[in-house]
């Protein structure tokens, strides 16, 4: 069965302090997968599309990476405004998206 | 104005009353979806719908079901509803073109089943 794993489930980080978030699929035929931001109370907002191993997004103090079995989600010295719920999500074919559970990230000034 | 809104935002009902949540968007958009999320379970597909003659079930459509009335325009229902669907709500919508990955959410529906 296609899964995807987010790691870890919390992460609080201090203003200033770069960190990655973690996103694993086990999935066959990936065609994309995408990192969404969630505001609490609020539906997620889309973020990045990765489709191939190597491949690279950034938007602002974030970076998203894809290898072959994994996401990475760089975030450079955060801002507290940067605090929200990261979510993974992965498309096989041309079925909808399957979310990770998500990283809740906190940035304290 | 929201491109995708969700009425009522906040419900709260009674164990065995039918439920209708609503979803609307001006967006053009073909495709339209509900998830449900859960704390701890994250982001769960009910339903989609590619265009208004198409629906399809999701990871977890029982005690559930939907109407595309519209292609602006898709209802989830609950027709006896229970506890264990205390949830968030959300409907969603994408482009045919970019597939179903970069979806617009609407701000969700909040259920309480007591």
Redesign the interface.
């Given at each position: 069965e296609d899964q995807v794993t987010q790691s870890p489930e919390a992460l609080r980080l201090q203003e200033g302090e770069s960190s990655s978030l973690n996103c694993s699929y086990t999935v066959s035929g990936l065609?994309?997968l995408?990192w969404?931001r969630q505001d609490p109370?609020?539906?997620?907002?889309?973020l990045f599309?990765l489709y191939s191993a190597g491949e690279e997004k950034e938007k602002e103090r974030l970076k998203a990476t894809l290898t072959k079995k994994e996401s990475f989600l760089h975030i450079t010295a955060p801002k507290p405004e940067d605090s929200a719920t990261y979510?993974c999500?992965v498309?096989v074919g041309?079925?909808?998206?399957?979310?990770?559970?998500?990283t809740r990230l906190s940035v304290i000034a | 104005d929201a491109d995708v809104t969700q009425t009522p935002r906040n419900r709260i009902t009674k164990t065995g009353k039918r439920i209708m949540l609503e979803c609307s968007q001006t967006k053009g958009h073909d495709r339209m979806y509900w998830y449900r999320q859960d704390p701890g379970l994250g982001l769960r597909l009910i339903y989609y719908s590619f265009d208004v003659k198409d629906i399809n079930k999701g990871e977890i459509s029982d005690g559930y079901s939907v109407s595309r009335q519209a292609q602006a325009k898709f209802s989830l229902s609950l027709e006896s509803a229970i506890p264990n669907q205390t949830a968030l709500y959300f409907c969603a919508t994408s482009e045919r073109k970019t597939g179903p990955g970069e979806l617009f959410f609407g701000e969700g529906s909040r259920l309480t089943v007591l």
């Amino acid at each position: 069965e296609d899964q995807v794993t987010q790691s870890p489930e919390a992460l609080r980080l201090q203003e200033g302090e770069s960190s990655s978030l973690n996103c694993s699929y086990t999935v066959s035929g990936l065609r994309g997968l995408f990192w969404y931001r969630q505001d609490p109370g609020k539906g997620p907002e889309f973020l990045f599309t990765l489709y191939s191993a190597g491949e690279e997004k950034e938007k602002e103090r974030l970076k998203a990476t894809l290898t072959k079995k994994e996401s990475f989600l760089h975030i450079t010295a955060p801002k507290p405004e940067d605090s929200a719920t990261y979510l993974c999500a992965v498309q096989v074919g041309n079925t909808p998206l399957v979310f990770g559970k998500g990283t809740r990230l906190s940035v304290i000034a | 104005d929201a491109d995708v809104t969700q009425t009522p935002r906040n419900r709260i009902t009674k164990t065995g009353k039918r439920i209708m949540l609503e979803c609307s968007q001006t967006k053009g958009h073909d495709r339209m979806y509900w998830y449900r999320q859960d704390p701890g379970l994250g982001l769960r597909l009910i339903y989609y719908s590619f265009d208004v003659k198409d629906i399809n079930k999701g990871e977890i459509s029982d005690g559930y079901s939907v109407s595309r009335q519209a292609q602006a325009k898709f209802s989830l229902s609950l027709e006896s509803a229970i506890p264990n669907q205390t949830a968030l709500y959300f409907c969603a919508t994408s482009e045919r073109k970019t597939g179903p990955g970069e979806l617009f959410f609407g701000e969700g529906s909040r259920l309480t089943v007591l």
